[in-house]
Structures are given as C-alpha cells and as structure tokens.
C-alpha cells in the first residue's frame, strides 16, 4: 500500500534529488512573478546565480550566437580583462564537500584563443579542490575532471578562473559527487527513499504536471533524450508565495533543467524496487492559480492525449516503436513494465474545466490501444467538499457502465490532527467496488503550520496523528490499494510547503517523524487480519497483518497520555518459541509539539519475550512483529 509521492516543489528535484551542485548551470533562468489569479509573467535572467570575482576584471554576458543546443540557446561569455580574472555560481547555498570523497565537474566551453580555464571550489579565498583545463582555441567542446577532496567543507564557492585575458564562452557547468546513485541522484536521499521500500513512485507531481500556465506545464517529451536538448521550463511553485510574501526570494528564480526528467524516473523507479506512476496533464492549467486550459474541440487537445499514448510507448514499448527506440537509445532496450497511468492531478470538475469529459476521452482513447494500463482518477484537492462528492458521483456513474474506467480513485487530504485521529473510520463504510489512493495526505497543525520555511511542522504529535489515520488505511487496504504522504522533499530555507517528509541543506538531510511512520508501516506490511479485532476509537488505535514469512504484526498507536494494554490472546499465537521483535517511535516529553533536533525522534528497536499482553505508552507508536 505504501509508496512514494514524488514533485518537483521546495526544490525537491534540483537543488535536491538531482545530485547536480551547479545553480542555473545552463545560463536559462528565468524570474518568475504573478499579480494574482491567472497572471504571470516571466522574465529572463540568464545570469541567476552567476558573478564576477571582481567585476573591474571580469565582465559576464549572455548572447545565443551560434549555441551550443538551440534548445537551451543561452550561453555566458566571459571576458577576462586582466589575468586570473573569475567568476562564481550562488549553487543555492553553495558547495558542501565531504573529506576523502570525489567530484565529478565537466562544462563546455569555445575559446577565442588558446587558454588555461582554472575551476576550484574556494574556502574564503583558498583553493579546496582545483583544476587546469587546457582550453584550446576553437568551437564547442566539453572539458572533463574528477577531483577529490581531502577536506569537509560548507557553503564554499564555485569559482572559474582565466589564465590569461580573453574571452571564453561557457555552457553546462556540472558538478556532481561521484557516488550519485546512477550518477543522477544525490546518494543520502535516494538511499532515504530507497529504505522505504515503496510500492510506488507518483511522478512528477501534483500542480507542476498542470502549469501556473500551459507553457509552464511539465511537458515529458521534452525532458527525455540528450539532456543539453532539454529545454529549461519555469515552475509553477516558482509563483505560489508571490502573492503572499512581497520580497523577491529564491522561488521567482525556481525553474525545471530537467536534467532528471521522465527517463530518469523510470530509472529511479528501478532503483527502489517500485512500479512507477507517472501522471499526465489533461489540458488544465493548474486550478488553483488559473482558468487557463485548452478547450476540447481544440487540435491541441488531441496532442496531449497522444503524450498519454506516446508515454506508455516510451515506457513499455518494443525498440522498434518510435518512442520505445528513444527509450532504447537512451540504454534502457528492456521495458520498464509502467502498469498504471494518472490521468490529471487533481482535477475537479466546473464549467470551466470540463474536466469529467477529459477524463472520459482520455479514458477511452489510453483503453482503446492498451486495455490492462490501470487508470487512476481524482477525487479533487479535498475529501469533504462538493468537489470531491461530484467526483465520486461522476466516477460511479461510469464505472457501472465500464469497470475499467478508473483503477483507483486518487484522494488529496491536508488536514488536521483531530480530523485524522477522529477520521480512523473513514474509509470503513466506503463501497468496496471503486479502489482508492490516498495519492497526498499530511497531517497540518493549525497553528503552527506554514507554508513557507516551516520544519518546525513536522512535530511528533502530527506524525502520530498520521499513523493513527494509517492503522485505518491499513484495516481497509482491500480498498485503499495505494497511500502516499506529501510532500516528499524541501531543501532548508527554500520550501514553498510545509510540512514535507524528509528536510535536507547541501551537506545533509533528516528525516521527519513523518518519515519513520511511513516506513515503520512501509516495512511492516502483509495481508490484513481479518479475524483481528481493531482498537480504533478514542485515542488508541491497532491494526495487525500476516506478513509474506508468516510474521504477525501488530501496530498501535497511541496519542493519549495514559498507557494502554494490547490484549494478543485474540490473534490465537502459540507462545512457546515466539520471538518477538518490538519497535517504537516515541518523542520526550518537550519534543512531542516541537522537536529541537531530528536525531530526538527515530525508531528503537527491541527483542522482547512474548506474552498475551502488550504495554503501549502515551504518545507512541509500536510495532509488534511476532515471528
Ligand atoms: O503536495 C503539494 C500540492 O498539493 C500538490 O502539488 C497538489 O497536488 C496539492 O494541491
């Protein structure tokens, strides 16, 4: 049931997961800006995040005269004044290196004359790592090194020197450490995600699949092949606080390289053992921000459905496909096995949107030419308004007609901590014919919740409150097949959302309590207990699973202040020769509302004897895993 929500928000993909340091690295930037509902615009600012050493010897320009990829046309010219003239990049807070480990650095470069281009990462003014590339007269060509560190380094500056004065056009600075997984993602955070041991991984989002505009939408052709020829695309989290929070920060300049694009998370599908979910955009911009679709008479609107067909050819199709072909030239000839498809985010329905009758078409046209790929619809941003009963009644309605419509129904729910507690039997009395996924869920505390820099969100209690919810998620998986919190990821000091399940700076990352609750669960899965009495009211709740080796776990999770008992003698175990393994996920009593430091909240574990009873202290989690 438990798998992964990936999107591209609090710069989750570059700037994160994307192992790439430089910021802006093809000089595409562009500052984004919005004057309320449906009005955007951009600006271009190729220099975002790039300077001279010292501005009276180095001058930095942007030209697109004869670029190196007319898809990314923008490139710097340098001109070096005086020897040793320089320049820097901002890469977001700046470059964390570790002691011992290697980097990999390439750029491309077309030099006037023949010149030594010196790239080092700077502690104040002292070289950490550096390198002379001999940089020959003449077009286009990358320029290669790996380079070690032999020190641990925070917030140090990337810096390109010039040998002697000239002039050096430069494109595609990279740096990425050399254990990146895959040599694409950065290794702390995919081995977070990877130890969840997902069964899923929805991507690219939520609203960036739809756009603050069309334009702005995430375009998945575009961000497969070779990676120069992926045109930068600003991002629709690039506008959400603008209206909230008047200075210019970091989000105006928030864009999509897509160095990681759809290729790469088949990829990363592979890499965690999961089945992807990637999810289409139906010719809705996103609702929240505007009114902006195409209408369905429209011609254009028959492309978007062609990139729904052309994506499960990318995915699944032979090497002889065209889009298979692609996928095979890209060195992956064997299928990445894509089972489902999301059609639209979540979409609601209104005069404007249409959005049932996309659904439809959409539904028809993917069946038509792939009757097994399992659609997945929406219910709408919520579970409790008119948006989310219509969606429901929409989706009925057709599935008597056709059961094939929707595999599962995607639910969105950002909600409180008594709405989740209180809520344990929410989907108890659901009719069992639809399947659900609870695609985006998180609990929000009301006074503390931002949703801007706020880690402080992610308390103890709200993650408690989660795995209160999830016991009943877990007693009703026969209709709950998939469950995902969100967000997944935030760099400090550049979210758009909070909470999120793991936060990170350049040099490391922690996970939330909301994160262990999610892979206690995750990693503790089996076939729900039938016979298994629950505890679900009040504020003690329990569910139990028949793991695949035969284990029985229990989970229980208590958010009251007094200790409860779980009674084991129902579950008919035979004592004699049990081991018993027991976890739990309990905070102090000053870390329970806010926690001062991550490493305060993490599993312990335990091998107990077992007995009929089971203590479960306030405000805690355990699992009980009964061999
Ligand atoms: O998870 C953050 C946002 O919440 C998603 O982009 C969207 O689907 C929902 O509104």
């Given at each position: 049931m438990i798998g992964i929500f990936f999107e591209d928000i609090n710069y989750g993909l570059d700037g994160g997961l994307n192992a790439q340091l430089i910021?802006?690295?093809?000089?595409?930037?562009?500052?984004?800006?919005?004057?309320?509902?449906?009005?955007?615009?951009?600006?271009?600012?190729?220099?975002?995040?790039?300077?001279?050493?010292?501005?009276?010897?180095?001058?930095?320009?942007?030209?697109?005269?004869?670029?190196?990829?007319?898809?990314?046309?923008?490139?710097?010219?340098?001109?070096?004044?005086?020897s040793g003239a320089g320049f820097s990049n901002k890469a977001y807070d700046g470059i964390y290196l570790k002691k011992n480990a290697k980097y990999?650095?390439?750029?491309?470069?077309?030099?006037?004359?023949?010149?030594?281009?010196?790239?080092?990462?700077?502690?104040?003014?002292?070289?950490?790592?550096?390198?002379?590339?001999?940089?020959?007269?003449?077009?286009?060509?990358?320029?290669?090194?790996?380079?070690?560190?032999?020190?641990?380094?925070?917030?140090?500056?990337?810096?390109?020197?010039l040998k002697d004065s000239g002039c050096i056009s430069f494109d595609f600075f990279s740096?990425?450490?050399?254990?990146?997984?895959?040599?694409?993602?950065?290794?702390?955070?995919?081995?977070?995600?990877?130890?969840?041991?997902?069964?899923?991984?929805?991507?690219?989002?939520?609203?960036?699949?739809?756009?603050?505009?069309?334009?702005?939408?995430?375009?998945?052709?575009?961000?497969?092949?070779?990676?120069?020829?992926?045109?930068?695309?600003?991002?629709?989290?690039?506008?959400?606080?603008?209206?909230?929070?008047?200075?210019?920060?970091?989000?105006?300049?928030?864009?999509?390289?897509?160095?990681?694009?759809?290729?790469?998370?088949?990829?990363l599908c592979e890499y965690l053992g999961c089945k992807p979910l990637p999810v289409v955009g139906v010719g809705l911009a996103c609702q929240f921000q505007?009114?902006?679709?195409?209408?369905?008479?429209?011609?254009?609107?028959?492309?978007?459905?062609?990139?729904?067909?052309?994506?499960?050819?990318?995915?699944?199709?032979?090497?002889?496909?065209?889009?298979?072909?692609?996928?095979?030239?890209?060195?992956?000839?064997?299928?990445?096995?894509?089972?489902?498809?999301?059609?639209?985010?979540?979409q609601w329905e209104d005069e404007n949107s249409q959005f049932f009758e996309r659904y439809r078409i959409f539904e028809k046209r993917i069946h038509d030419v792939y009757p097994e790929m399992k659609c997945i619809g929406t219910a709408g941003p919520d579970v409790s308004s008119d948006k989310y009963t219509r969606a429901w009644e929409f989706i009925r309605e057709e599935s008597a007609k056709n059961s094939n419509f929707v595999y599962a129904v995607d639910e969105h729910y950002y909600v409180n901590p008594d709405w989740l507690i209180s809520n344990n039997h929410f989907y108890d009395d659901y009719s069992r014919d639809i399947k659900v996924f609870a695609g985006e869920y998180a609990c929000h505390l009301p006074d503390s919740c931002g949703r801007f820099n706020r880690e402080d969100s992610n308390t103890f209690y709200a993650a408690l409150a989660e795995a209160a919810f999830v016991t009943g998620l877990e007693r009703n998986s026969d209709l709950v097949v998939m469950a995902s919190y969100a967000p997944l990821l935030s760099r400090i000091g550049y979210s758009q959302w909070s909470p999120n399940m793991i936060?990170?700076?350049?040099?490391?990352?922690?996970?939330?309590?909301?994160?262990?609750?999610?892979?206690?669960?995750?990693?503790?899965?089996?076939?729900?207990?039938?016979?298994?009495?629950?505890?679900n009211e009040g504020t003690f709740f329990t569910s139990a699973v028949k793991a695949a080796d035969g284990s029985v776990i229990l989970k229980a999770v208590n958010v009251g202040d007094k200790e409860e008992t779980i009674d084991l003698t129902g579950l008919n175990l035979v004592a004699d020769d049990r081991k018993v393994k027991v976890t739990v996920l309990a905070a102090g009593k000053d870390d329970v509302n806010s926690i001062s430091s991550p490493d305060k909240v993490s599993p312990v574990e335990s091998e107990v004897e077992f007995k009929d009873a089971v203590k479960v202290a306030p405000l805690s989690l355990k699992v009980i895993v009964i061999k």
């Amino acid at each position: 049931m438990i798998g992964i929500f990936f999107e591209d928000i609090n710069y989750g993909l570059d700037g994160g997961l994307n192992a790439q340091l430089i910021e802006n690295r093809n000089f595409e930037t562009l500052k984004c800006d919005s004057e309320g509902f449906g009005q955007f615009s951009t600006e271009f600012d190729g220099l975002y995040g790039w300077k001279a050493l010292d501005d009276k010897i180095g001058v930095l320009t942007i030209s697109d005269d004869k670029p190196l990829t007319v898809k990314n046309p923008h490139y710097l010219v340098f001109e070096a004044k005086a020897s040793g003239a320089g320049f820097s990049n901002k890469a977001y807070d700046g470059i964390y290196l570790k002691k011992n480990a290697k980097y990999d650095i390439s750029f491309y470069a077309k030099a006037e004359e023949d010149n030594t281009v010196t790239v080092a990462v700077l502690d104040g003014d002292k070289a950490v790592i550096c390198h002379d590339f001999d940089v020959k007269k003449g077009d286009w060509t990358e320029y290669k090194a790996s380079l070690t560190s032999d020190t641990d380094l925070s917030k140090g500056t990337f810096a390109v020197c010039l040998k002697d004065s000239g002039c050096i056009s430069f494109d595609f600075f990279s740096m990425k450490p050399a254990d990146s997984v895959l040599g694409l993602f950065r290794k702390d955070l995919a081995e977070l995600l990877r130890d969840l041991k997902p069964e899923f991984l929805r991507f690219p989002g939520g609203c960036v699949v739809e756009g603050s505009t069309l334009e702005s939408r995430y375009w998945w052709k575009r961000t497969v092949g070779p990676v120069i020829d992926r045109p930068y695309n600003w991002s629709r989290w690039a506008v959400h606080t603008s209206w909230l929070e008047p200075e210019v920060g970091p989000y105006h300049y928030y864009g999509q390289t897509y160095e990681i694009g759809f290729y790469e998370y088949f990829l990363l599908c592979e890499y965690l053992g999961c089945k992807p979910l990637p999810v289409v955009g139906v010719g809705l911009a996103c609702q929240f921000q505007t009114l902006e679709k195409v209408d369905l008479d429209d011609p254009v609107f028959e492309e978007y459905i062609q990139d729904a067909l052309d994506l499960i050819e990318f995915a699944n199709g032979s090497v002889d496909t065209v889009w298979g072909g692609l996928r095979a030239s890209m060195g992956h000839p064997q299928p990445f096995n894509m089972e489902m498809i999301g059609v639209g985010n979540e979409q609601w329905e209104d005069e404007n949107s249409q959005f049932f009758e996309r659904y439809r078409i959409f539904e028809k046209r993917i069946h038509d030419v792939y009757p097994e790929m399992k659609c997945i619809g929406t219910a709408g941003p919520d579970v409790s308004s008119d948006k989310y009963t219509r969606a429901w009644e929409f989706i009925r309605e057709e599935s008597a007609k056709n059961s094939n419509f929707v595999y599962a129904v995607d639910e969105h729910y950002y909600v409180n901590p008594d709405w989740l507690i209180s809520n344990n039997h929410f989907y108890d009395d659901y009719s069992r014919d639809i399947k659900v996924f609870a695609g985006e869920y998180a609990c929000h505390l009301p006074d503390s919740c931002g949703r801007f820099n706020r880690e402080d969100s992610n308390t103890f209690y709200a993650a408690l409150a989660e795995a209160a919810f999830v016991t009943g998620l877990e007693r009703n998986s026969d209709l709950v097949v998939m469950a995902s919190y969100a967000p997944l990821l935030s760099r400090i000091g550049y979210s758009q959302w909070s909470p999120n399940m793991i936060w990170f700076d350049g040099g490391s990352s922690y996970a939330t309590p909301s994160y262990h609750v999610q892979k206690l669960f995750s990693i503790n899965k089996g076939e729900y207990i039938k016979e298994y009495k629950p505890l679900n009211e009040g504020t003690f709740f329990t569910s139990a699973v028949k793991a695949a080796d035969g284990s029985v776990i229990l989970k229980a999770v208590n958010v009251g202040d007094k200790e409860e008992t779980i009674d084991l003698t129902g579950l008919n175990l035979v004592a004699d020769d049990r081991k018993v393994k027991v976890t739990v996920l309990a905070a102090g009593k000053d870390d329970v509302n806010s926690i001062s430091s991550p490493d305060k909240v993490s599993p312990v574990e335990s091998e107990v004897e077992f007995k009929d009873a089971v203590k479960v202290a306030p405000l805690s989690l355990k699992v009980i895993v009964i061999k």
